[in-house]
Every structure is written in C-alpha cells, then in structure tokens.
T-cell receptor
Framework: DSGVTQTPKHLITATGQRVTLRCSPR?????VYWYQQSLDQGLQFLIH???????AKGNILERFSAQQFPDLHSELNLSSLELGDSALYFC??????????????FGPGTRLTVL | GQNIDQPTEMTATEGAIVQINCTYQ??????LFWYQQHAGEAPTFLSY??LDGLEEKGRFSSFLSRSKGYSYLLLKELQMKDSASYLC??????????WGAGTKLIIKP
C-alpha cells in the first residue's frame, strides 16, 4: 500500500458526460501528479500541483481540469467525455520539500470507461 | 529535447537473469528511476540512481552512467511473478519525471 488513495476505483459513464476523480496524497506529501494510461500504452503526464498551486502541465486536454485543495487532496475533472478518454487515471504524490528528485508514489488508479 | 528509450518487450526464462536497458536525454538531469507495473495495476517504485554505479537490492540491481545517459535494471533468479512492465523514468530540474514507454517482460517456465 503506497499510502495514496484514489476514488472511485471504477467509473462507467457515457459520452458527453462529466466526471470527477479524487486523490488523497500520502500524509505529508505536498506534490500531486496526475497521469493517464490508455490500454497497453505508457504513462502520459497530465498535470502537477504543489501545495495548492499548479506547477506543470503536460498533454492535458482543455476539457480536463484539476485542482489541489488546502487539505492537499486533489481532483481531476473530465468533461465532454469521448470514447478515447477511456483509460486508467493515476495520481501520484511525492514529498516535494527536500529539493531533490523524490520518489513518486502511485495510487491504485481509477479505471474510466466511456460508452 | 527530453527523451527516454527502452525496449518494447523482452522474454526470459524462469530462474535466469535479464537486463533491461534504458537511454535518456534529459535537461537538468536529477536522477533515474525504475518502476514495476503489473497489468492493470499502479506502478511501484523499484530503484533510484543519481550517482554513477550499481545499486543492489536483493534480486534487483540498477546501474547508471551519467556520462553515457544510460541505465539498466538487472533482474536475477527470475520468477513468474516478475512478468510485468518495467518503466524507466528520468527526473529533470523541475522535479518532473520523463517516462519511457515501458518494457514488457515475459517470463517463460
């Protein structure tokens, strides 16, 4: 158990809908990263938050947005869903205070299926 | 630019040794990570190298050559449960990880 939690574990929805994925980082971790992994594909970096502020964006679609709240949990919002958005969505957290490349610890993921 | 290359797939025999190579080009290089990912599961951390040389952890070892932009993961005494994807990732100066596409390791009895 990495200490990172994600809900829900599975999500099935229809095209055009909007969903929210939730992530709670490890206790004390300030950084949260979101990744998308389509079937048999590599990890695609979406966005990084540090202590409530957006730090970096990857290949995140305009239909997707995220935020990190004062209690450090994060939410990833996906709207106007398309079939191609079906994927595993992972959240990862890291300490972020030591000034070096700390290990990222991954949550179990949310499997999104868009029908 | 930033780039990570690793083989797409490798096959090895139970009980044998396998070496998975990774080459990287990363601005502001800040360390090299290896993760293991079983199908449908989350990646789990295996190793981190920031200095040149070999780091050994039980059956798994990881090597780094910064001058060559090269790393490898060595798995000894292979077990069927080692069948998984192995992800190489390099850290950059902004504390982001640049991920390789992963190497799918197939273990045969």
């Amino acid at each position: 158990d990495s200490g990172v939690t994600q809900t829900p574990k599975h999500l099935i929805t229809a095209t055009g809908q909007r969903v929210t994925l939730r992530c709670s980082p490890r206790s004390g971790d300030l950084s949260v990263y979101w990744y998308q992994q389509s079937l048999d594909q590599g990890l695609q970096f979406l966005i990084h938050y540090y202590n409530g502020e957006e730090r970096a964006k990857g290949n995140i679609l305009e239909r997707f947005s995220a935020q990190q709240f004062p209690d450090l949990h994060s939410e990833l919002n996906l709207s106007s869903l398309e079939l191609g958005d079906s994927a595993l969505y992972f959240c990862a957290s890291r300490d972020g205070t030591s000034g070096r490349a700390d290990t990222q610890y991954f949550g179990p993921g949310t499997r999104l299926t868009v029908l | 630019g930033q780039n990570i290359d690793q083989p797409t797939e490798m096959t090895a025999t139970e009980g044998a040794i396998v070496q998975i190579n990774c080459t990287y080009q990363t601005s502001g290089f800040n360390g090299l990570f290896w993760y293991q990912q079983h199908a449908g599961e989350a990646p789990t951390f295996l190793s981190y190298n920031v200095l040149d040389g070999l780091e050994e952890k039980g059956r798994f070892s990881s090597f780094l050559s910064r001058s060559k932009g090269y790393s490898y993961l060595l798995l000894k005494e292979l077990q069927m449960k080692d069948s998984a994807s192995y992800l190489c990732a390099s850290g950059d100066s902004n504390y982001q990880l640049i991920w390789g596409a992963g190497t799918k390791l197939i273990i045969k009895p």
